[in-house]
């Protein structure tokens, strides 16, 4: 195992550096090199099989999976249930080898072992995930894509039913560089806060798609479109350019060059 090869290559090391410091001085070096050892050693140790088993476990037994069906209820079910007034939800946008390219591994990884550490805390707050491999209906509709979180707040209905608006955050992640580190700075500091809330179209709750029930379809024409080829809009959209500007009147092509781009994926704002 690694800690213990390095234990064992750093200990002969502190042995020769002996000399003739009283004992007890002697000893809290010793302690001191040795806690430094073990420090430096166990980074490299920390994503072992026993550790990540023990998050997944964990985080299997206290995050909820999301799906086109079951996400409105499960994020608003057991609202009235508690004392507080809203309910925070970290949704944590995950993703295979078809919306991530296999590379979200990593950040899916650190999700776990925060998950695991925070769901201890007192007031720690739900967490949920979507996999867009399994659900790219959903993801479309919401038009999020992995790795990312999206933090909703949502209130309680008040008294006559009617339910004030959750307030969502989108944060794209880092697939490189997302850490442990990197999700409590965002969940426990409260640094979700910066991002501005989300209040365009693809809201899930009352964007425009929503109240007018179009998110559904809306996804599913987009996970459509992303599953033709990739050059087939381009194609389209070129032809249908050309198309355009031969009927104009006074064609001007020199200005217009380029065969108008393809269409950028659905952006948000
Ligand atoms: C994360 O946890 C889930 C269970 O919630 C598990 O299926 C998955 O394999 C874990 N992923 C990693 C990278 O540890
Ligand atoms: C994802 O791709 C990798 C390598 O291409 C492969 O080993 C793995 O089995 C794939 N996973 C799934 C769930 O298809
Ligand atoms: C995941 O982490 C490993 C080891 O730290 C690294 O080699 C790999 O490049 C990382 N993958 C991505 C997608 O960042
Ligand atoms: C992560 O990837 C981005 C580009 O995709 C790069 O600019 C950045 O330096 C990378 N960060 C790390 C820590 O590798």
Redesign the pocket.
């Known amino acids: 195992m690694r800690v213990s090869s390095t234990l064992l290559l750093a200990l002969p090391a502190l042995a020769l550096a002996e000399d003739q410091i009283p004992l007890q001085e002697k000893v809290k070096g010793w302690f001191g090199k040795l806690t430094n050892a073990v420090s430096s050693a166990v980074p490299a140790a920390v994503p072992s099989a026993p550790v990540e088993a023990t998050a997944a476990k964990v985080a299997e037994s206290v995050q909820h999976h999301l799906t086109l069906e079951n996400w409105k209820d499960v994020l608003t079910k057991d609202l009235a249930a508690s004392a507080p007034t809203t309910q925070d939800w970290v949704i944590y946008i995950n993703g295979g080898n078809v919306t991530c390219f296999g590379h979200c591994g990593n950040v899916t990884r650190a999700w776990n072992e925060t998950v695991a550490l925070l769901s201890a805390k007192p007031h720690a707050p739900k967490f949920a995930t979507i996999d867009c491999d399994e659900e790219p209906v959903l993801c479309n509709s919401w038009s999020v894509g992995p790795p990312s979180i999206y933090y909703f707040t949502i209130p309680k209905p008040l008294a006559d039913q009617s339910a004030p608006a959750p307030t969502v955050r989108y944060i794209p992640l880092?697939?490189?560089?997302t850490t442990v580190e990197t999700l409590k700075t965002l969940i426990v500091d409260k640094e979700y806060e910066n991002t501005a809330p989300y209040e365009g179209a693809w809201h899930p709750f009352n964007g425009a798609l929503a109240q007018y029930n179009l998110a559904v379809p809306v996804g599913y024409i987009l996970w459509g479109f992303n599953k033709m080829p990739t050059w087939l809009p381009m194609v389209l959209i070129s032809f249908m350019s050309r198309s355009f500007m031969n009927r104009r009147m006074n064609p001007q092509p020199a200005h217009q060059g380029g065969a108008g781009g393809a269409a950028p994926a659905p952006g948000r704002q």
């Open positions: 880092r697939r490189n560089a």
